[in-house]
């Protein structure tokens, strides 16, 4: 497909999807974000060892979402609620593999690079860091759908969006903002009103996670999931709708 795809269409495309189908989208992803609270609030009490198995395990968690809720956006024959625990197979595997993958090599590289050229030069390469993401976001909703793996197409095709991808992260940072931004403020921030037990604020933020994380990540993989469609096209091979 050679037409220009807009991610600010196709985000806004996400945002009325998700918001006609919040039930489904809080359901699916309820075992995400209680598993995930679980993680963090173990890994408060039990130090740091903790910590390193929670990153190594929430790529994963996430993924039993991502994926479904990639095909809910794309095949209709995957929408509906399916019971509280998520599946998790080759697909979960995969997608939660390679995340896990990129996000260890860049932090290895990045580190070792700190301690042989100085800070600011690692500073200048982690730029580098959304070249990374456009080049390999493909990947992610073509293992979801089953779909043929093409990294090099990937690829290309990812990094030609990047003018696109800085206005729509542009708008979306300003929303972000003006959303977050007031919370923020009155439980760091303001002498009124502000929290200044610890205890609060967690309970305050995972509330928030809570009630609007589920929304918040839908949105954006259906963000992901109509560029796929819209960029390269879904294989109608039978496969993605198993």
């Known amino acids: 497909m050679n037409k220009e795809v807009s991610v600010l269409a196709c985000g806004y495309k996400a945002i009325i999807f998700v918001f006609s189908h919040p039930k489904d989208c809080v359901l699916l992803a309820a075992p995400y974000i209680l598993m995930t609270s679980v993680l963090y609030l173990f890994s408060r009490f039990l130090g740091t060892w903790f910590g390193y198995v929670s990153q190594i395990a929430t790529p994963f968690l996430y993924a039993t979402f991502a994926v479904s809720w990639h095909r809910y956006s794309l095949l209709p024959s995957s929408r509906g609620y399916r019971g509280f625990w998520p599946e998790f197979g080759k697909r979960e595997f995969l997608f939660g593999s390679l995340s896990l993958g990129i996000t ?18 690692v500073i200048l390469l982690g730029l580098s860091v959304p070249v990374v993401a456009l080049a390999t976001f493909l990947l992610f909703p073509a293992i979801a759908l089953d779909q043929p793996i093409k990294p090099i197409e990937f690829m290309k095709k990812g990094l030609t969006m990047y003018k696109s991808f800085i206005k729509a992260l542009l708008v979306f940072a300003v929303v972000a903002f003006l959303v977050r931004g007031p919370l923020e403020y009155m439980v760091f921030d303001d002498p009124e009103y502000g929290f200044t037990d610890q205890s609060k604020k967690d309970i305050l933020f995972l509330l928030y996670d809570v009630l609007l994380g589920p929304l918040l990540l839908a949105v954006t993989v259906s963000t992901i999931s109509f560029l796929y469609k819209d960029v390269i096209g879904l294989e109608s091979d039978g496969k993605a709708e198993n």
């Open 104 to 121: 260890v090599t860049l932090r290895v590289f990045f580190e070792s690079l700190s301690q042989v050229i100085g800070a600011v030069v």
